[in-house]
C-alpha cells in the first residue's frame, strides 16, 4: 500500500518561507516521478513542482526562482522548499507519485497524499 504523508504546512507573514516534506512509504521510491500540487478554495487543483528519476525538474511558472523540489533517497522524502511566499499562495498543498514522465499534469499522477494547508497573509 503506497502512502504518502505531508508535513511542514502553517501560516507565515508574506516574504517569508517554509519547507513541506512529504514521506514516502510502500513502494521502492526511487522508481517514480514525484510533484507537488496545491488548491485553494473555489480552485482547481494545480501542479506546482515535478521531479523525474533523473534528477530533472519542471516548476510552474508562478513559483519558479521562489520554490525547489528535492528528494532524500536515503530518508524516501520529497521536499518543497518555499520562499518569498505571497499571500496567493495561499493553499492546500498535495504530494503526488507514479507519474509516466516529469509533469504537472494532475490527472497523470497515481497516488496523492492528503494535504498541508498553507496560508500566506500580507
Known amino acids: 500500500q503506497v502512502q504518502l504523508v505531508e508535513s511542514g504546512g502553517g501560516s507565515v507573514q508574506s516574504g517569508g518561507s517554509l519547507r513541506l516534506s512529504c514521506a514516502v512509504s510502500?513502494?521502492?521510491?526511487?522508481?517514480?516521478?514525484m510533484g507537488w500540487f496545491r488548491q485553494a478554495p473555489g480552485k482547481e487543483r494545480e501542479g506546482v513542482a515535478g521531479?523525474?528519476?533523473?534528477?530533472?525538474?519542471t516548476y510552474a511558472d508562478f513559483v519558479k526562482g521562489r520554490f525547489t523540489i528535492s528528494q532524500d533517497n536515503a530518508k524516501n522524502t520529497l521536499s518543497l522548499q518555499m520562499n518569498s511566499l505571497k499571500p496567493e499562495d495561499t493553499a492546500m498543498y498535495y504530494c503526488?507519485?507514479?507519474?509516466?514522465?516529469?509533469?504537472?499534469?494532475?490527472?497523470?499522477?497515481?497516488?496523492w497524499g492528503q494535504g498541508t494547508q498553507v496560508t500566506v497573509s500580507s
Open positions: 503526488a507519485a507514479d507519474c509516466p514522465f516529469v509533469t504537472l499534469v494532475t490527472a497523470l499522477y497515481k497516488y
Open positions: 510502500g513502494y521502492t521510491y526511487r522508481r517514480y516521478c
Open positions: 521531479l523525474d528519476r533523473d534528477g530533472s525538474t
